[in-house]
């Protein structure tokens, strides 16, 4: 089955910085990769999702990027806030359904102003 | 928020007890799914169900079970079988052809 592994598991940067979580994925069919941000005690939430056609994807200060050759992709967060702090979770499945996902262990992403 | 309704938020369960954790929607959505969260890690899927009257287990389902009597609800049973429940349970749904992006606000189990 599908193995995602995620890094680092902590990551602490100064307010503006920019912020880059990596996952590795071992399954080459997957072809679908969100990302979701958990507050603390509360539910996660879908931030920005890829697909394998395309290579990268903006969103404001987010953007993911997806090396299929390689099997891994990347969150990046620009000009970081102290609200960008929570845990961040990758995902990769064979489909976007939610039996599908395997998720990474998170990130725990700390903005120190 | 979300349109996904679980509770309680707290629970606590003493040893050899079975208690069930609720989820309601009000999306319309056929699929529903629970998630297992345990501290330092990503979410393990327990049960899901893509329609009425059907349900499938996922990669830890030993020790739980579940119902989908109505596309509303699916609710969770942590049985006595279940060595370990202390943790956070997310109930989700999905409408077809898209991503999981609703979800519930949790239930954090906790065995007394």
């Known amino acids: 089955g599908e193995n995602v592994e995620q890094h680092p598991s902590t990551l602490s940067v100064q307010e503006g910085d920019s912020a880059v979580i990596k996952c590795t994925y071992s399954?080459?069919?997957?072809?679908?990769f969100p990302w979701y941000k958990q507050e603390l005690g509360k539910r996660p939430q879908l931030i920005i999702d890829?697909?394998?056609?395309?290579g990268e994807k903006k969103d404001q200060r987010i953007a993911v990027t997806l090396n299929k050759t390689a099997k891994h992709f990347s969150l990046h967060i620009t000009e970081t806030q102290p609200e960008d702090s929570a845990v961040y979770f990758c995902?990769?499945?064979?489909?976007?359904?939610?039996?599908?996902?395997?998720f990474g262990g998170g990130t725990r992403l700390m903005v120190k102003p | 928020d979300g349109g996904i309704t679980q509770s309680p938020k707290y629970l606590f369960r003493k040893e050899g007890q079975n208690v069930t954790l609720s989820c309601e929607q009000n999306?319309?959505?056929?699929?529903m799914y629970w998630y297992r969260q345990d501290p330092g890690q990503g979410l393990r899927l327990i049960y899901y169900?893509?329609?009425?009257?059907?349900?499938q287990k996922g990669d830890i389902a030993e020790g739980y079970s579940v119902s989908r009597e109505k596309k509303e609800s699916f609710p969770l049973t942590v049985t006595s079988a279940q060595k370990n429940p202390t943790a956070f349970y997310l109930c989700?749904?999905?409408?077809?052809?898209?991503?999981?992006?609703?979800f519930g606000q949790g239930t954090r189990l906790t065995v007394v």
């Open positions: 169900s893509q329609i009425v009257n059907d349900f």
């Open positions: 399954d080459s069919a997957s072809n679908y």
């Open positions: 989700a749904s999905s409408p077809p052809g898209r991503g999981l992006a609703f």
């Open positions: 890829i697909r394998s056609n395309v």
């Open positions: 995902a990769a499945s064979r489909g976007n359904a939610g039996n599908m996902l395997t």
């Open positions: 999306l319309n959505h056929d699929a």
